[in-house]
């Protein structure tokens, strides 16, 4: 953390406008649905025929996989073997990979959805967990702006049902669990939510759902963790989702910055195996660039107080 760092000159950032999405290019659109590979699901409040006009929500599956479904599983490349390690091991690329259009107009952020707007994109989500309970984990991601990696500018949310539990998921179900045992039952992230309130100083927004705060360890400036209000360990599961929570924030964020950034966000699951895990949604905008240190040495560094973060997101009109 190198909060004095955000004080040199030219330090502050610059956000410019999303440009509006071309709907005569956009896939994603409603009417254009011929555009995208045949619907996986879909919402439709009046019913109607697949591959239709009238949607509120629709999932295919990626044009581009990175994981191609009914591939047979190899299993770990490095599990057997004795005497020389082969240096080039791989491992079959097998697993689903879908977006979700959270929404039928051409519109480039989820806060464009509105609050209900983005209720019904998040049940989906969650509807989309469900259907691959029989993957190892479930990776729920949405990218904002090209900075931010996303190649079409109409809002969509990618599920990635993977083969296998990501490490960093894995290490964070196993300090959940040691957490619980060493505190004789207790929940990680309750603990932390309840001393984040307590202190105030990191503390975004609440609401009767879900509560917003800037993270001690952020990644980089205006990194916000949603987190419901009692700890849940899947998100999947019925109870709240954090939209009404999410779309707060992301409007203080475009306050704050004139401009919503380009921004990477991702739902935190619980993993399967998992004793004791809370689900969250982590927000990370795209204010700055990993540099040498980051790449070279795998050290984060933040050069913006979460402290600072938090008081002008919860001083921000929505």
């Given at each position: ?261 380009p921004l990477n966000m991702w ?36 050069a913006f107080a979460p402290e ?11």
């Amino acid at each position: 953390m190198a909060a004095e760092r955000a004080e040199r000159p030219g330090a502050w950032f610059d956000v410019s406008p999303r440009p509006p999405v071309d709907p005569d290019t956009d896939p994603f659109r409603d009417g254009h649905e011929d555009r995208t590979p045949p619907e996986v699901y879909a919402l439709r409040a009046n019913g109607g025929p697949a591959d239709s006009p009238g949607w509120q929500v629709r999932v295919v599956p990626n044009l581009y996989p990175a994981l191609e479904p009914g591939q047979a599983d190899t299993g770990d490349p490095l599990e057997t073997g004795r005497g020389e390690p082969d240096l080039f091991a791989t491992r079959t690329a097998s697993g689903v990979h879908e977006v979700v259009i959270n929404g039928p107009e051409p519109v480039s952020s989820l806060h464009d959805l509105g609050p209900e707007g983005l209720t019904t994109a998040m049940g989906v989500w969650r509807e989309r967990i469900r259907t691959h309970t029989g993957s190892a984990y479930v990776h729920v991601i949405v990218n904002e702006g090209r900075q931010a990696g996303a190649s079409l500018p109409h809002t969509h949310t990618q599920i990635y049902a993977l083969p296998f539990v990501p490490s960093v998921v894995a290490r964070e179900r196993e300090r959940f669990t040691a957490y619980r045992d060493r505190t004789q039952g207790r929940n990680l992230l309750a603990d932390v939510l309840q001393e984040e309130v307590r202190r105030r100083d990191r503390l975004v927004a609440v609401d009767s759902e879900a509560v917003a705060i800037c993270p001690f360890a952020s990644r980089g400036p205006f990194h916000v963790q949603i987190l419901p209000r009692k700890p849940r360990a899947r998100f999947e599961d019925d109870g709240p989702l954090g939209a009404e929570l999410l779309h707060d924030v992301l409007g203080r964020l475009e306050s704050v910055l004139g401009a919503l950034p380009p921004l990477n966000m991702w739902v935190r699951t619980a993993p399967p195996g998992s004793a004791a895990f809370c689900w969250r949604i982590e927000l990370v905008p795209r204010l700055a660039q990993q540099a040498g240190l980051e790449l070279g040495a795998g050290v984060e560094l933040c050069a913006f107080a979460p402290e600072r973060g938090a008081e002008l997101l919860r001083a921000a009109r929505t």
